[in-house]
T-cell receptor, first 115, second 110 residues
Framework: GGIITQTPKFLIGQEGQKLTLKCQQN?????MYWYRQDSGKGLRLIYY???????QKGDLSEGYDASREKKSSFSLTVTSAQKNEMAVFLC??????????????FGSGTRLTVL | DAKTTQPDSMESTEGETVHLPCSHA???????IYWYRQVPLQGPEYVTH???QNTTNSMAFLAIASDRKSSTLILTHVSLRDAAVYHC???????????FGKGTSLTVIP
């Protein structure tokens, strides 16, 4: 078994601020993902990475940067927080790289509120 | 938009067996049926998945109709820890959005 740890759990930012979210996994999985979950909606893919130093854009990448410095960690940066934004950012990992259907393991999320 | 249809809510009593239905009439041949569940302040948790045959694991039994247009997640001996929103989704590959609908909110009564 393994675990995905996301920090911080809660993040409050100011409009225009650059904010960084971190994710660590000890599954030794190749692929990691960042999703955004808005209240009552599905998960939209922001970025994913199939190996260290790789980055691939998802449907929602505009306004975000990501960094995969090593296999176990994947960080997401909100480049300029939008006023009144509220969302949950979920990090996930999978073993093989996602070209085929496979199980994703999720962290507990970072809850962002922008004042 | 979600390609699956589930009831908004269901209720069960501890120790009973509950059947959670899911309709996916437009499923394509390459799509797997995945079930995840989510409780407040947690990320989605994998429950089970299948392609064509029924599957079972320590968490649940997944019954898939022969035409693959519907499936049923069966939870036996439910406990309070099984109370969650259960999402049935279709997945073809990992690099994609998860089109969660509202899912089925399962309430477990002590």
């Amino acid at each position: 078994g393994g675990i995905i740890t996301q920090t911080p759990k809660f993040l409050i930012g100011q409009e225009g601020q650059k904010l960084t979210l971190k994710c660590q996994q000890n599954f030794n999985h190749d692929t990691m993902y960042w999703y955004r979950q808005d209240s009552g909606k599905g998960l939209r893919l922001i970025y994913y990475s199939i190996t260290e130093n790789d980055l691939q854009k998802g449907d929602l990448s505009e306004g975000y940067d990501a960094s995969r410095e090593k296999k176990s960690s994947f960080s997401l940066t909100v480049t300029s927080a939008q006023k009144n934004e509220m969302a949950v950012f979920l990090c996930a990992s999978s073993e093989l790289g996602g070209r085929w259907a496979e199980t994703l393991y999720f962290g507990s999320g970072t809850r962002l509120t922008v004042l | 938009d979600a390609k699956t249809t589930q009831p908004d809510s269901m209720e069960s009593t501890e120790g009973e067996t509950v059947h959670l239905p899911c309709s996916h009439a437009t499923i394509s041949g390459n799509e797997y049926i995945y079930w995840y569940r989510q409780v407040p302040l947690q990320g989605p948790e994998y429950v089970t998945h299948g392609l064509q045959q029924n599957t079972t694991n320590s968490m649940a039994f997944l019954a898939i109709a022969s035409d693959r247009k519907s499936s049923t997640l069966i939870l036996t001996h439910v406990s309070l820890r099984d109370a969650a929103v259960y999402h049935c989704i279709l997945i073809e590959g990992g690099y994609q959005n998860f089109y969660f609908g509202k899912g089925t909110s399962l309430t477990v009564i002590p």
